[in-house]
DNA sequence: GAGTGGTCTAGACCACTAC
DNA sequence: TAGTGGTCTAGACCACTCC
């Protein structure tokens, strides 16, 4: 009747019913230990935690060993939330480093989305976004140099989310369009996010203004890896 | 400067810049072949033919060979879109079996989300949905039985789509509210969409009103493969 | 230095597809 | 029947982490 499973696939099924309320963090048998204990091959004891890594149970890291996977929700709605606000509202620890902050000639995409003269200039801003320590997300936005007197300033001065600064300058942000896609990065973002390969990862295209004005305050293109954040894209009212 | 690739992905680099132009469905060399010209291992080339197939850059069929992918857009917004309609429209061909029509009694988040009274009946309609006759989609929808006299009964006569049963009855469908997500899928469902082992799909959760009367009409499951389908999701208008 | 996951080899058998 | 991808073995070396 049913199928005959793979052994890979039978012992993948095992592993994920032990660890299955294993806190998150806790550390597995290693591949020789599995191997040994199952009376399989170190190949086909990899081959189940890598079905686990894929099914984004565990986490693998090089010459330390296997890992629960600790995963983050990251519901994207109407509401615009920050970084920090969405790590921290499930429960982790968020960091957001700048990686680099230049006032460029915006490409003609980001011209139109903004609405933009054709001889405006935009602050690119580049953040990694951390989630208890592991890379998860990297987002480079575009703004208008001239959304403040001395805008691209407070940038620079270290400031952990953008919603804030924005906030203290006095606008109301409101996500006015957005886009979710199961992309492949290009080699770069793969290196920044630190994946093996270049396996699929969410990319969300982020469009947001002013509430009261409309006026367009920021385009966005966020890389965020599945394996860490468990990206949730919703519209309309659930109530 | 840069690091050291492992063979495998180097490889993979390579193929990919290869078949890069060529049209979808075209079969690449095999494994051995590939093995051979590049002077590596058989295990080797797998990989790299695997590291394809993880970026949905290749279709892999057993005991015949390694194909060009063919993707087909699906864009999920505001706007109703049935199954058919969205194939065609990326300019493939679609089909749509009814796996099973059942009238059940709802589970309590299926009769929350329509409105419905605890002693109410819903049509259960499962069906697969086709793309050039590989199977992509797995939609499980739930409707009330009394959205007109003998509606079950339309259904059952091996109607193709659901949208020209309901707007033949005179809804006007609207995509009310939907929430989309990367997640695991049971076995059952794995089964039914033909993938090996339990990778990520697409899940997405819909309901649909009628835009007159804000009447809920259906609340759909429909799980999706990513290899099959470039699933993008979108709100607001990105005019 | 011991242990871990990452890569790679050579070889084998199997189930499946296509002819 | 020949060729293909899927699975599995035993063994090896490497880079990395952690102590």
Redesign the interface.
């Known amino acids: 009747m049913t199928?005959a499973q793979p052994t890979y696939?039978v012992l993948?099924d095992q592993i994920a019913e032990e660890i299955a309320d294993w806190p998150p963090g806790k550390r597995l048998a290693s591949e020789v230990d599995l191997a040994e204990r199952y009376s399989v091959s170190r190949l086909t004891a990899r081959a189940a935690l890598q079905?686990l890594e894929?099914?984004?149970l565990v986490r693998r890291a090089k010459g330390s060993g296997t890992y629960v996977a600790e995963r983050v929700d990251y519901l994207i709605n109407?509401r615009f939330t920050s970084w920090s606000e969405m790590v921290r509202k499930a429960g982790a620890t968020p960091s957001r480093p700048t990686v680099g902050v230049n006032v460029i000639r915006p490409s003609e995409e980001i011209r139109d989305r903004l609405r933009l003269p054709a001889d405006a200039r935009v602050v690119e801003l580049v953040r990694l976004g951390l989630v208890n320590d592991v890379v998860a997300n990297l987002n480079r936005s575009y703004l208008p140099v001239d959304l403040a007197p001395g805008f691209p300033d407070l940038l620079a001065n270290g400031a952990i989310d953008l919603a804030p600064v924005l906030s203290s300058i006095g606008y109301r942000l409101k996500?006015?369009?957005?886009?979710?896609?199961?992309a492949?990065p290009d080699p770069e973002t793969a290196?920044a996010l630190q994946v093996?390969?270049?396996?699929?990862l969410w990319l969300v295209i982020n469009?947001v203004s002013d509430a009261t004005t409309g006026r367009r305050l920021q385009l966005s293109y966020a890389w965020n890896r599945?394996d860490v954040l468990?990206?949730?894209?919703?519209?309309?009212?659930?109530d």
């Open positions: 199928a696939l993948a079905e894929r099914r984004y109407s996500r006015l369009w957005a886009r979710a896609e199961l492949t290196r093996e390969g270049r396996p699929p469009c599945p468990h990206v949730q894209f919703e519209f309309g009212n659930p």
